[in-house]
């Protein structure tokens, strides 16, 4: 069975008339296993990966992955045109919102970041569009200037960026969220909200395949440790830049970063939120998952998994992001492919659209399929998971 993604992978590469060798040689794999991506076999699941193979191809590495899934299929996605909408009218000038308090935007604010850490899309999605016009129109306004453009860096990259990423809507889309919280990021000139806003823009880098420039944008922000929230940022562009020096194949700077980011943790404790990032110990368990997958270390991402304890992780995203990466680690192990349809089966009670939204766990999806399970009542919840993902089964 193929997948979206590997079927884009063998259309781009047979209209260009080139052979599975050439391309195959270009990204630096073997020509067997880029038949086994086109087929379906392996899952293409690495960002690094996807952009060597963009880079054989030429194209951008969009191309590949896509949008996850025809809009339309979620209750959150009622809501994306009127988010657009909102940050167009933003970009041009014209929010038109209301000029409020500051104290009902902290309050309105909080409660829609609460529910992203909730995975609760559609209400997300429909406080959003109001929420971004109103935030802009008060700052028009020169209205608590300061308090509300810190605001507003914490809203668009914890909340507008998340949020669009979650449900798997366009790249594009998210970076103007991004370059909003950058103009509000400047224009208020503290290094801490400064390092918030390079974390969405190193994500958004990410995810156009910009692994150098998010590099560069993470060693430039510079929140410190002097506060428990400078030490929480200060750990979360650590574990950005292990995920970026995986894909860049930096492994010297990956395994210091992560150190890094495991030495703060250790500083902060758990139960700690500030600026919504949930950072502690175990959260830095989850992103050694990422991290170690991103450099094709599945075992060891099993192996971390096995050591990190889920009902400590603050939210349901983070609850989530685990369970899917250990699905994602367990699906390279013949012997552990029910497991791993378990592990996703869990990560998609909590949060249907990281399961059904992301291309690479589309692609896994796809791939266990093909591959079969050994009990029935698991392959049954397989091909749920992948016809809910949109997947034909």
């Not at 990423?165 to 790249?171: K, L, N, P, V, Y």
């Amino acid at each position: 069975m193929s997948s979206p993604i590997s079927n884009r992978l063998r259309e781009i590469r047979k209209a260009q008339g080139k052979s599975l060798a050439v391309i195959s040689g270009l990204a630096g794999i073997s020509p067997s296993y880029l038949s086994r991506l086109e087929s379906g076999d392996r899952a293409l699941d690495r960002r690094s990966l996807v952009v060597a193979l963009a880079n054989a191809l030429e194209v951008a590495p969009s191309e590949i992955t896509g949008a996850a899934i025809t809009m339309g299929e979620l209750e959150e996605d009622h809501s994306l045109n009127q988010v657009r909408l909102a940050l167009l009218a933003v970009s041009m000038g014209d929010p038109r919102g209301e000029v409020m308090p500051l104290e009902a935007l902290l309050l309105r604010a909080s409660d829609l970041l609460a529910k992203q850490r909730e995975c609760d899309y559609a209400l997300v999605g429909a406080l959003l569009p109001q929420l971004i016009r109103d935030l802009h129109a008060t700052l028009d306004a020169r209205r608590d200037e300061r308090e509300i453009l810190r605001l507003l860096v914490t809203t668009h990259v914890q909340g507008t960026q998340a949020w669009l990423g979650d449900i798997g809507a366009s790249m594009d889309l998210a970076w103007q969220a991004v370059s909003l919280a950058q103009r509000a990021a400047e224009r208020l000139d503290e290094p801490l909200y400064g390092a918030v806003s390079a974390f969405g823009t190193a994500f958004g880098l990410i995810g156009a395949g910009g692994f150098d420039m998010a590099a560069r944008t993470l060693a430039d922000a510079a929140p410190g440790t002097a506060t428990s929230a400078d030490m929480q940022v200060s750990g979360m562009l650590s574990l950005t830049s292990s995920l970026v020096s995986a894909a860049r194949k930096d492994n010297t700077q990956r395994v210091a970063a992560l150190d890094h980011a495991a030495d703060l943790a250790v500083h902060v404790g758990e139960g700690n939120n500030a600026l919504w990032f949930g950072f502690g110990p175990s959260n830095v368990g989850v992103w050694r998952m990422s991290v170690a997958l991103e450099a094709g270390e599945h075992a060891d991402a099993v192996k971390i998994a096995e050591m990190v304890n889920p009902d400590a992780l603050p939210t349901p995203t983070r609850r989530s992001a685990y369970y899917r990466e250990y699905g994602r680690a367990l699906a390279r192990f013949p012997k552990r492919r029910d497991e791993a349809v378990l592990m996703l089966r869990r990560a998609e009670k909590i949060s249907p659209a990281r399961i059904h939204r992301h291309p690479f766990m589309r692609s896994i999806l796809a791939e266990l399929v093909a591959k079969g399970t050994k009990q029935a009542a698991v392959g049954r919840e397989l091909r749920g998971m992948a016809y809910r993902a949109g997947l034909r089964v």
